[in-house]
């Protein structure tokens, strides 16, 4: 059984730029955290490392693109790559979730925040991960290791 308390990080992945959000499972408020601009593996690898030990990560959520009809996608594999890299990379349980509109939903909230195009470059995956992480803990992510079975 997963843990119930900790901090959770929520990924909004991609190949560029890795949107990551955060929340503590006691509180289940979801924040933004920042945006990871991908470098090398190494520096990946050593940035997730630090990351996962510095903010004591007891789960990673990650946005899983699929279909709408639910099927995977060709980013879903490249998705569960990632996810399967970061959890033997940390040691810290990956869990996929369905982040389908997500990135539309935070373009649209961006948009009405009148932000410049460049703030909103800067700010539109971490917010999209923070809407999908907020989404997993509504469904029940809190205290089930699977809200919505995209395992």
């Given at each position: 059984?997963?843990?119930?308390?900790?901090?959770?990080?929520?990924?909004?992945?991609?190949?560029?730029?890795?949107?990551?959000?955060?929340?503590?499972?006691?509180?289940?408020?979801?924040?933004?955290?920042?945006?990871?601009?991908?470098?090398?593996?190494?520096?990946?690898?050593?940035?997730?490392?630090?990351?996962?030990?510095e903010e004591r990560f007891v789960r990673f959520v990650v946005g899983l693109p699929v279909h709408?009809?639910?099927?995977?996608?060709?980013?879903?594999?490249?998705?569960?790559?990632?996810?399967?890299?970061?959890?033997?990379?940390?040691?810290?349980?990956?869990?996929?979730?369905?982040?389908?509109?997500?990135?539309?939903?935070?373009?649209?909230?961006?948009?009405?925040?009148?932000?410049?195009?460049?703030?909103?470059?800067?700010?539109?995956?971490?917010?999209?991960?923070?809407?999908?992480?907020?989404?997993?803990?509504?469904?029940?992510?809190?205290?089930?290791?699977?809200?919505?079975?995209?395992?």
């Amino acid at each position: 059984m997963p843990p119930t308390s900790g901090r959770i990080a929520g990924i909004d992945f991609g190949t560029v730029r890795i949107g990551i959000a955060t929340a503590d499972l006691e509180t289940a408020i979801a924040s933004p955290f920042e945006t990871y601009t991908r470098r090398s593996p190494a520096l990946d690898a050593e940035y997730f490392r630090n990351l996962a030990k510095e903010e004591r990560f007891v789960r990673f959520v990650v946005g899983l693109p699929v279909h709408l009809s639910g099927h995977d996608s060709q980013k879903s594999q490249e998705t569960r790559q990632f996810g399967q890299w970061l959890g033997e990379l940390t040691q810290v349980p990956v869990e996929y979730f369905d982040e389908r509109y997500t990135s539309v939903e935070a373009e649209e909230i961006l948009n009405q925040a009148n932000f410049t195009k460049k703030r909103r470059k800067a700010r539109i995956d971490q917010l999209a991960a923070q809407i999908m992480l907020t989404a997993y803990l509504e469904a029940g992510g809190r205290d089930q290791q699977s809200p919505q079975g995209l395992e």
